[in-house]
Each structure stands twice: as structure tokens, then as C-alpha cells.
């Protein structure tokens, strides 16, 4: 089956650093990776779509300046939280679309970051 | 726009039993697809089934099963045979055709008692 991965699985950094996070599509050409934040005990919130070459949409009340994402290959995304703060902690998961038929959407592990 | 209700915050099934799990969804599209998902505590996300709308057969993956009424916009999941692995967050979650993303519902923790 198709693979997605995420690195680091868990970051920790200081309020006012920037931490980055990259999601690979491992096995398989993704035109669309989404990014989610997931808060304890909730459900998935969608932040931006992001498609190969364009910029990323974001969901309203995401802050773009704040969540940088890049979509420059077919395989790999990054977001970029910039001049993190601790209300920022939480576990971010990528996920990736095939190209083809349905257009499965696979995600990755997840990255867990604080912000101290 | 799309949205996903589950209305069962937490539910519990002993072991060799079934349950199911529910979740109704309101969408103005006519082409749609609709999944579930579970969540172990590694929060790996894990595709469960999928249903296309346009098919009227609901969609079976061994041990799971799903009921989807189009008319009522409702989609619950079976489970039988409730095994100890089963227990995790489930998520409802639908999208429309395209390069649109998963909305997902409020999800459903599933314990499952020895």
C-alpha cells in the first residue's frame, strides 16, 4: 500500500524558534497533500490544502505567515510554523492523495510538537 | 458544505460482540464518497471502508460492514466480532468528488472489554 511519512515524529522548541515538518509521499506521485492539526481528544482539523507547484489554501483562521507550507516536488511537503508559541503544541499529520482513480488519501504518522 | 455528525462520543462492546457506530452527514453533491477511519493510540490514521454514493450495495471489509442510507444521509459501521485491536477513535468522514479533502466527524472511542 502507499506510504507516507513525516519527520521528526516529535519536535520540542523554544517559544519564538521556527521548527519544520516534512511529509513524503514514499511509494507514489501525490498532486495533493493536506495538512491537519489534531488537538487531544478531538477530531482532525484540515489546515491548508496544498497542490504540487501552487500555492497553499488555508482554512480560514489558519494564519498563512504562521503555517508555511510548501509543496515543491510530488513527494514532499513541508510546514513551517514560524515564531512558534506554546498555544502552537499539537500533533500535526500530513496526508497525501493519489493520482489516480479515487484518489485515495493515505496519511502519515503525525508529528508531535511543543512548544516550551 | 459538507458536514460529518457522530453523535456517540464513546461506546463499549465485549469481546466476540458487535457494535455499531453511528454517523450521518449532510452534503449538497450528488457525487460523493464516504469512509471510516480508525485511530489507534499510535494515531495512525487507518482507512477502515469506503463507500461511493452512487453504489447502492454497502461496501463489506471482512469483519466490517457499513449501512448507508442515502435518503436519510446516514452511515453507520458494523463491527462484528468485536476483537481487543478493534479498540480506537473511529472517524466518519465524506468528501466530494475532485480534489477536495476529507471532512471528518467529531469521532467515536471505541473500548472494547475483555
Known amino acids: 500500500g502507499a506510504v507516507v511519512s513525516q519527520h521528526p515524529s516529535w519536535v520540542i522548541c523554544k517559544s519564538g524558534t521556527s521548527v519544520k515538518i516534512e511529509c513524503r509521499s514514499l511509494d507514489f506521485q501525490a498532486t495533493t497533500m493536506f495538512w491537519y492539526r489534531q488537538f487531544p481528544k478531538q477530531s482532525l482539523m484540515l489546515m491548508a490544502t496544498?497542490?504540487?507547484?501552487?500555492?497553499?489554501?488555508?482554512e480560514q483562521g489558519v494564519e498563512k505567515d504562521k503555517f508555511l507550507i510548501n509543496h515543491a516536488s510530488l513527494t514532499l511537503s513541508t510546514l513551517t510554523v514560524t515564531s512558534a508559541h506554546p498555544e502552537d503544541s499539537s500533533f500535526y499529520i500530513c496526508?497525501?492523495?493519489?493520482?489516480?482513480?479515487?484518489?485515495?488519501?493515505?496519511f502519515g504518522p503525525g508529528t508531535r510538537l511543543t512548544v516550551t | 458544505a459538507q458536514t460529518v455528525t457522530q453523535s456517540q462520543p464513546e461506546m463499549s462492546v465485549q469481546e466476540a460482540e458487535t457494535v455499531t457506530l453511528s454517523c450521518t452527514y449532510d452534503?449538497?453533491?450528488?457525487?460523493?464518497?464516504l469512509f471510516w477511519y480508525k485511530q489507534p493510540p499510535s494515531r495512525q490514521m487507518i482507512l477502515v471502508i469506503r463507500q461511493e454514493a452512487y453504489k447502492q450495495q454497502n461496501a463489506t471489509e471482512n469483519r466490517f460492514s457499513v449501512n448507508f442510507q442515502k435518503a436519510a444521509k446516514s452511515f453507520s459501521l458494523k463491527i462484528s466480532d468485536s476483537q481487543l485491536g478493534d479498540a480506537a477513535m473511529y472517524f466518519c468522514a465524506s468528501r466530494t468528488s475532485g480534489n477536495t479533502p476529507l471532512v471528518f466527524g467529531k469521532g467515536t472511542r471505541l473500548s472494547v472489554i475483555a
Open positions: 452534503t449538497s453533491e450528488s457525487d460523493y464518497y
Open positions: 496526508s497525501a492523495r493519489t493520482r489516480e482513480g479515487l484518489g485515495e488519501q493515505y
Open positions: 496544498s497542490n504540487e507547484g501552487s500555492k497553499a489554501t488555508y
